[in-house]
């Protein structure tokens, strides 16, 4: 068990560029959380797998806004046509069928410029 | 819906001093709830949780928080501050409608002074 994995930690994009983030959950979970964190606030939920299938997407998932979780494995983020105020901390946890907590990745931080 | 309020948003304690950071929650179901702390750029780790049982709860480093049911409360405590416990402090709900979807509150960053 290595954990819920991120990648990239970090990233810096022009305002206008697509940006995607990839999260790698626990192999036995089969849920999977998406949230977004700005500086002084807590995590707020954009989205939620269960297996492949994206059952809630919060009204903060604008239309640039996507995610994909292909066979129920990995998932990806991509944000389209970036803004400034897209910059934040994304995080990515996932959750067994039957759950209780659910357990976090090192989050992915993107910058706007 | 569920929703977490912490009241607080910074707690400045003393190294040694007793540790109390609140959280109320609103929840139409019965709700488990979390405590989560978070080091700079870093995740969120778990520090306890309350699901079923034992309405006091023993998590890492020392820390216990106690389901009020009564009071809608789930405050952490530790009776000892370490300069090691200073970070960012996140208390979540979840169970609303069967989602097990976690909401947060919006953190309380705990202080530790010499």
């Known amino acids: 068990d290595t954990g819920v994995s991120q990648d990239p930690r970090h990233k810096i994009t022009k305002r206008g560029q697509n940006v995607t983030f990839r999260c790698d959950p626990i192999?036995?979970?089969?849920?999977l959380y998406w949230y977004r964190q700005t500086l002084g606030q807590g995590p707020e939920f954009l989205t939620y797998?269960?297996?492949?299938?994206?059952?809630?997407k919060s009204r903060l998932l604008s239309d640039r806004f996507s995610a994909e979780r292909p066979k129920g494995s990995f998932s990806t983020l991509e944000i389209q046509r970036t803004e400034q105020g897209d910059s934040a901390m994304y995080l990515c946890?996932?959750?067994?069928?039957?759950?209780?907590?659910?357990?976090f990745g090192q989050g992915t931080r993107l910058t706007v410029v | 819906a569920q929703s977490v309020t912490q009241l607080g948003s910074h707690v400045s304690v003393s190294e040694g001093a007793l540790v109390l950071l609140r959280c109320n929650y609103s929840?139409?179901?019965?709700?488990?709830l979390f405590w989560y702390v978070q080091y700079p750029n870093q995740g969120l780790q778990l520090l306890l949780k309350y699901t079923t049982g034992a309405t006091l709860v023993k998590g890492i480093n020392g820390f216990e928080a106690e389901f009020k049911k009564s009071e809608t409360s789930f405050h952490l405590t530790k009776p000892s501050a370490h300069m090691s416990d200073a970070a960012e402090y996140f208390c979540a709900v979840s169970r609303s409608g069967g989602s097990y979807i976690p909401t947060f509150g919006r953190g309380t960053s705990l202080i530790v002074h010499p």
């Open positions: 797998f269960q297996n492949e299938a994206q059952l809630e």
């Open positions: 929840s139409s179901v019965p709700p488990y």
């Open positions: 946890a996932s959750s067994p069928e039957f759950p209780t907590e659910a357990f």
């Open positions: 192999s036995e979970h089969n849920r």
